[in-house]
């Protein structure tokens, strides 16, 4: 059971960042699978989540429109695309794994990618 995040780093306002999460256990293929983020100082926030095929995907209003949601169980991998990033975007990223799509209860966390966006 592990869950790891990779592809954050740093860029440019505007840029964009493509997050995965990778399933290295292949455990969580019928689990529905979420992204969340923190920055200092703040509560983790919800931004996305998917269910287990990937047919379905929900998010916050705060990022619905720049950010998307994709799973490729091929690759037991989940990703998060970052758009038109802005310094407020700025945080460390973590993907979840649910046992229900549409649930608030998230059993398995990855240890978080960090985001850094510049002005």
């Known amino acids: 059971e592990q869950l790891v995040e990779s592809g954050g780093g740093l860029v440019q306002a505007g840029g964009s960042q493509r997050l995965s999460c990778e399933d290295r256990g292949r455990t969580f293929s019928n689990y529905a699978m979420g992204w969340f983020r923190q920055a200092p100082g703040r509560e983790r926030e919800f931004l996305a989540v998917?269910?287990?095929?990937?047919?379905?995907?929900y998010y916050a209003r705060s990022v619905e429109g720049r950010f998307t949601i994709s799973r490729d169980s091929a690759k037991s991998t989940v990703y998060l695309q970052l758009n038109d990033l802005q310094p407020d975007d700025t945080a460390v990223y973590y993907c979840?794994?649910?046992?229900?799509?549409?649930?608030?209860?998230?059993?398995?966390w990855g240890q978080g990618t960090q985001v850094t966006v510049s002005s």
């Open positions: 998917t269910n287990w095929n990937g047919a379905s995907a």
């Open positions: 979840a794994a649910s046992p229900a799509y549409g649930s608030s209860r998230y059993d398995y």
